[in-house]
């Protein structure tokens, strides 16, 4: 599991070794940067939308015919991002079927304890900042809070995009509904990426590991050590049975 | 001989007196009428009215156009009595500038039409505001492309019959009649229309109030359309007016936040002349023919709601009326999903975004604190 950058020189002493751990695999960095771009894009659609008599969002929508080609460029990243979750979610139950579901991002009991752990270490109530597994409370936080949001936003969005048929089947009631889900979801969304997801991976610290897939063994220590001492158990079971370095 | 004659020179001194009397009377009443003919010389609008009715008076008087048309030129006495400019002693010559005695100038014009045309000209010697503002509008306009039935102001407010228009308000809807009697046989069976003839209504629009009077323009315009919500808000978003009629006042503000709503607030603030289809008061609730929503016959009725629904979306099912809820305030019996979705959007996600918030803050706050610590070290 371990990954050695430099080649070992003459001299033992000088080695510097930075060791790191794989993190995201290919697939989860493309889900990301797919969702970048098709939030990104989404955004800067639909927010002119909303705010119509703001100066950016005149500067956007200059003319009626840019208005109609914002709403198709909307559309299309609407489908690219409605695709993502398709695969998302086809992804995560072929992972069911074969039983392989990682399961480090679903919730569990010590994501509260963390959190409490950590709201009065915050408060200086306590010197013990908890310790976390691969991905702590504030990461799980921020998956389910896209999840959700994405998927109000897919669902709502496509009642906006085909309310004749959608009320074939459903209440009428459910289209101002998904319009107003639809704004207050988008804002919502997008102050929580800025202020939450922002500042932990930028402000906090630069924590790139989404692009680059892994993670040096000083972070991994430092923010993950749950994760750490699991890795270093199970790279010695390795070793005991004769595989990688120690 | 002198004595014969004192009996007569008695006589004479009788007659000189009462013959100098008689003498500077006249002379007073030669002045007296000589001034006021002056007078009447420098104002234009006197006593004409009697002069001329020593002939115009007559039934029977008429003459003969060049085009074979002829011209009733009797002037009722009793018409000039119950006008507005007769009473308040402006009269024949004020309009009639270039008539001053008889025998009148030569007439030159070819037609009727073309004596009004040029006879209305006058009223803007007083009236100049509102002849202005006609020159600007609809019917102005139609005249210059060559329709001289276009109205002018005698059209519609007479010429020597011209009283008060809005007296009684019905007067105003039935002046515009004369032309337009199809789009007045609808607005008089309207919600409208009805309680204006029926109840002398003061409150309900006569035509001038949502065309305007003399300017009035192109209702067909694409900023017509766009703003015209705004007119029926004038009465429609007054508390007090709708509260009068057991009428809401917030449909206006309610649909402003519609679907139909935002999306011509876009145009109506950028592009109040590119013509926009989202629907505005008039497409649902008709123009004219406005009904009570009680109405079984109202195209927002309930029951003919769908059908008001699919003049623009034709594929609409029975489900689709529910849609719109752009007239009612947010309430859970009424429109349950939108209640709900509100109650969530007002309560649960702020309070996650303010947690979250509070949460990086107390980060950052932590993380200042420590690096406080560790400078002090």
Not at chain 1, 30 to 46: D, Q, R
Not at chain 2, 73 to 89: K, N
Not at chain 2, 288 to 296: A, C, E, G, N, V
Not at chain 2, 346 to 369: D, E, G, R, T
Request: aromatic share 12%; net charge negative.
């Amino acid at each position: 599991m371990t990954v050695q950058k430099d080649s070992l020189t003459s001299k033992p002493e000088t080695v510097y070794v930075e060791r790191y751990f794989p993190r995201f695999t290919l697939g989860q960095r493309w889900e990301h940067g797919i969702l970048i771009l098709s939030v990104f894009i989404l955004l800067i659609t639909g927010l002119p939308q909303k705010y119509p008599d703001t100066l950016w969002g005149q500067w956007i929508i200059s003319s009626p015919e840019r208005l109609n080609q914002i709403q198709q460029i909307h559309h299309v990243f609407a489908l690219l991002l409605f695709a993502l979750a398709v695969y998302h979610f086809g992804r995560i139950f072929v992972q069911i079927i074969r039983k392989q579901l990682p399961g480090g991002m679903l919730p569990e009991w010590q994501d509260v304890r963390d959190a409490w752990q950590m709201i009065k270490f915050l408060l200086f109530l306590t010197r013990n900042k908890p310790n976390f597994g691969k991905y702590n409370f504030e990461q799980k936080f921020t998956y389910w809070m896209i999840f959700f949001g994405v998927g109000i936003m897919i669902l709502s969005g496509l009642i906006l995009w085909f309310p004749i048929q959608v009320t074939k089947i459903f209440p009428g009631g459910v289209i101002p509904a998904a319009f107003l889900a639809h704004s207050n979801e988008a804002i919502a969304l997008a102050v929580f990426i800025v202020i939450w997801h922002f500042f932990h991976v930028h402000l906090q610290r630069l924590n790139l590991s989404i692009f680059t897939g892994r993670i040096n063994e000083d972070d991994l220590r430092k923010y993950h050590e749950n994760e750490f001492e699991r890795l270093r158990a199970l790279n010695s079971q390795d070793s005991n049975t004769g595989g990688g370095n120690p | 001989m002198f004595n014969r004659l004192l009996p007569n020179l008695r006589c004479i001194r009788a007659f000189g007196l009462i013959g100098s009397g008689l003498f500077v009377i006249a002379i007073t009443i030669f002045i007296l009428t000589q001034q006021t003919s002056r007078v009447s010389a420098d104002y234009t609008f006197q006593e004409t009215e009697a002069y001329c009715l020593g002939c115009h008076s007559n039934p029977d008087l008429k003459m003969t156009l060049p085009n074979g048309e002829e011209i009733s030129l009797f002037i009722s006495t009793d018409m000039l009595a119950e006008s507005v400019h007769s009473p308040a002693g402006i009269e024949c010559e004020a309009c009639h500038t270039e008539i001053k005695t008889y025998p009148h100038p030569e007439i030159e014009f070819q037609t009727r039409r073309e004596m009004s045309r040029s006879y209305y000209l006058a009223c803007q010697k007083c009236h100049s505001a509102n002849y202005k503002n006609a020159q600007d509008s609809m019917h102005a306009r139609a005249a210059e492309a060559g329709n001289l039935d276009a109205p002018i102001c005698t059209d519609c407010h007479g010429a020597h019959d011209v009283t008060i228009p809005d007296k009684p308000r019905s007067h105003v809807s039935s002046t515009c009649s004369t032309c337009h009697q199809e789009i007045y046989n609808e607005y008089k069976v309207s919600i409208h229309g009805g309680a204006l003839i029926q109840e002398d209504n003061p409150d309900v629009p006569v035509c001038t109030d949502c065309h305007g009077v003399h300017n009035i323009q192109d209702p067909r315009t694409a900023q017509f359309r766009i703003s015209s919500p705004d007119l029926c808000a004038s009465c429609h978003a007054n508390q007090e007016l709708m509260a009068k009629y057991g009428l809401t006042a917030d449909v206006y503000n309610l649909y402003n936040l519609s679907w139909h709503g935002v999306d011509l607030s876009v145009y109506k603030a950028r592009w109040p002349n590119t013509w926009h289809y989202s629907a505005v008061c008039t497409d649902c609730h008709g123009v004219h023919d406005i009904l009570s929503t009680q109405d079984p016959n109202s195209s927002v009725n309930p029951d003919n709601l769908l059908a008001t629904c699919q003049k623009c979306h034709p594929d609409a099912g029975p489900n689709w009326t529910g849609a719109w809820v752009g007239h009612n305030r947010i309430d859970p019996q009424r429109t349950p999903f939108l209640y709900y979705t509100e109650v969530f959007y007002s309560s649960f996600s702020p309070f996650v975004l303010w947690m979250s918030l509070i949460y990086v803050i107390l980060q950052i706050f932590h993380a200042i604190v420590g690096r406080i610590r560790r400078s002090l070290q």
